[in-house]
Structure formats: C-alpha cells, structure tokens
C-alpha cells in the first residue's frame, strides 16, 4: 500500500518561517509532489522532487531525502495568503495515479 | 493558456437524476483526470484518461461513467447517485500520464445529491 503523513494543521506569523514534513511509505516511489488550495478553490501544483536536496522557487523551497523517505516544504517570509491547505503528493510506478497526504492546514496571523 | 475549466460551478441533483459535468483544457494535455473531494480530505482519484483512453478505474462505482469524446474534452456521467456522493469534483491534466506530477486543476463542480 501507499501512505503519507504530514501535520494536519500549522499556524505561524506573518514574515516568519514554516516548515510543513511529510513522510511516505509507498511502492515504486518517483517523485514528491506539493500542492496548495486556497479555501474553495482548486489544488495548485507548488513543486516537485525526484532527487535528493532542495529546490527553490521564489520563498518556497521544496526538499526531498529518498533515504528517509522524507520531504518537507518550506515557505519563508509568510504573507496572510499563504493560509490554505497544503498536500503533499506521490507518483509511483503507476503512471497518472498521484497519491495525496491527508493536508496540512496552514494559518498565518498578523 | 493554462487553465482548466469545469461547468457547471454547482450541481443540485435528486437521486433518480442523470446529469453531467464538462471539463475541458486547451494546453495539449494528453491526460486528463477525475477527482472527488470531501471537505477537509485530499483529493481521491477517480479516472485517469491517457491519450483519449480510459487508464485508471479506482473502482469507481457504476452510476459515475467518464468519457473522453477528445483531447480536450471530458466527461463524467451522474446517473442515480447517492446522498454520500455530494462532493466538490475536480478535473485535472497533465502533460502526459507520465508527468502526472504536475497537474492542472479546475475550479471544480460542487455537487449536492438531495
């Protein structure tokens, strides 16, 4: 079976750092995926991982360990839009089956 | 263009209804997808199409019946749903199945089942 655990909920401020983990257990692992959706609106692809390290794309930053079976996404400078829910994602050996984590629910106050 | 669009926004639909809802992209995607989603849960998969053919059955039942009429084009037929299957559906494509990673999502259909 395939699984995914990452917090459910994270609050932080405004201008700080947040670290969101998620750890997997699947069969055929290829990549790490995270998405982000707003309350009511539609999942939005953030980044991807394949390989080991971190990949950076404006203040979000994405890292993979295949070894620990292990990522995490990491958002700095935190703005009051940051506040949705966060999934991470898996793509295995069955190509177009992405598996999502439960989401981590991310709040930021002034 | 890089947008996925979904009609109808919001479906209400009694238990001996047939309806449908549309999607449709125009980014040359060749996979294209269905998902259901529950308040505060993930996405679930449902159908996966790859280049117009029906590649993945998450063993959906019988009364959700997807179609592909073309490469930018699909379909999920509703016919004698249940209350518990009121959700917001989501359609999504990606470049090709194997960069199922990255996917485009839809605004969705927020479907009642009265």
């Known amino acids: 079976g395939q699984s995914l655990e990452q917090p459910s909920e994270v609050t932080a401020v405004e201008g700080a750092i947040v670290q969101i983990n998620c750890t997997y257990q699947?069969?055929?692992?290829?990549?790490l995926s995270w998405y982000q959706q707003h309350d009511g609106g539609a999942p939005t692809f953030l980044s991807y991982n394949a390989l080991d390290g971190l990949e950076e794309t404006g203040r979000f930053s994405s890292f993979l360990s295949r070894s620990d079976s292990y990522g995490y996404l990491l958002l700095q400078e935190l703005q009051m839009k940051d506040s949705a829910s966060y999934f991470c994602?898996?793509?295995?050996?069955?190509?177009?089956?992405?598996?999502f984590g439960q989401g981590t629910e991310l709040s930021v106050k002034p | 263009d890089t947008e996925v669009t979904q009609t109808p926004k919001h479906l209400v639909m009694g238990m001996t209804n047939k309806k449908s809802l549309k999607c449709e992209q125009h980014?040359?995607?060749?996979?294209m997808y269905w998902y259901k989603q529950k308040a505060k849960k993930p996405p679930e998969l449902m159908f996966v199409y790859s280049y117009e053919k029906l590649s993945i059955n998450e063993s959906v039942p019988s009364r959700f019946s997807p179609e592909c009429p073309n490469s930018s084009l699909l379909n999920l037929h509703l016919h004698a749903l249940q209350p518990e299957d009121s959700a917001l559906y989501l359609c999504?494509?990606?470049?090709?199945?194997?960069?199922?990673?990255?996917?485009?999502f839809g605004p969705g259909t927020r479907l009642t089942v009265t």
């Open positions: 999504a494509s990606s470049q090709d199945h194997t960069v199922d990673y990255e996917q485009y």
């Open positions: 994602a898996v793509t295995g050996n069955q190509g177009g089956k992405l598996i």
């Open positions: 699947t069969s055929g692992f290829y990549g």
């Open positions: 980014m040359g995607h060749r996979a």
